[in-house]
T-cell receptor
């Protein structure tokens, strides 16, 4: 399954499938990007980050891809599990004040 | 093992009655942030401290204040809570402004 950024805030996938969550960022000067996972009733949890001098970074079952040309960021989750069900936020760090700018979030639902 | 601890997890306060939320960290991070998060929305930054330097967001109401008496603790004071202030309040820390954030579990504030 695939989510197209802000226009598709809910993504439903089957357990075991790969998930792709997309994010369009706003500031071409952004040089640091982070994906957070937020489960219901909990604070956001860091998943993976990437700096602008890279276009791909892999973690355990997760991969982040960065396309600076089109200002696009994606999070790929391999072999999605029920425990991956959460809201996923992308965030960019930019500007002189280095604040995080948050995307709207995508809700991932994993069907058993 | 908790590194950013927020107390209490749930807080009920009366309309107009001052309330204080607390955050402590064991990471020795320089920066501490307070975010407000309403249902199905991204966290909204209220303010942050870089060491002892306080940085308020331009759109944070005067009703919200913060104190950081030492590196480990940071407080959010809501002077006169209104019904619209009911939300999840998240504390986060980072080593510097260019680093990833560690979030606490949040305090869910209810105003009655």
């Amino acid at each position: 399954g695939e989510s197209v950024g802000l226009h598709l805030p809910t993504l439903s996938v089957q357990e075991g499938d790969n998930s792709i969550i997309n994010c369009a960022y706003s500031n071409s000067a952004s040089d640091y990007f982070i994906w957070y996972k937020q489960e219901s009733g909990k604070g956001p949890q860091f998943i993976i980050d990437i700096r602008s001098n890279m276009d791909k970074r892999q973690g355990q079952r997760v991969t982040v891809l960065l396309n600076k040309t089109v200002k696009h960021l994606s999070l790929q989750i391999a072999a999605t599990q029920p425990g991956d069900s959460a809201v996923y936020f992308c965030a960019e760090n930019a500007g002189n004040n280095r604040k995080l700018i948050w995307g709207l979030g995508t809700s991932l639902a994993v069907n058993p | 093992d908790a590194m950013v601890i927020q107390n209490p997890r749930y807080q009920v306060t009366q309309f107009g009655k001052p309330v204080t939320l607390s955050c402590s960290q064991t990471l020795n991070h320089n920066v501490m942030y307070w975010y407000q998060q309403k249902s199905s929305q991204a966290p909204k930054l209220l303010f942050h401290y870089y060491d002892k330097d306080f940085n308020n967001e331009a759109d944070t109401p005067d009703n919200f204040q913060s104190r950081r008496p030492n590196t480990s603790f940071c407080f959010l004071d809501i002077r006169s809570p209104g019904l619209g202030d009911a939300a999840m309040y998240l504390c986060a820390t980072s080593r510097g402004l260019l680093d990833g954030y560690t979030f606490g579990s949040g305090t869910r504030l209810t105003v009655v």
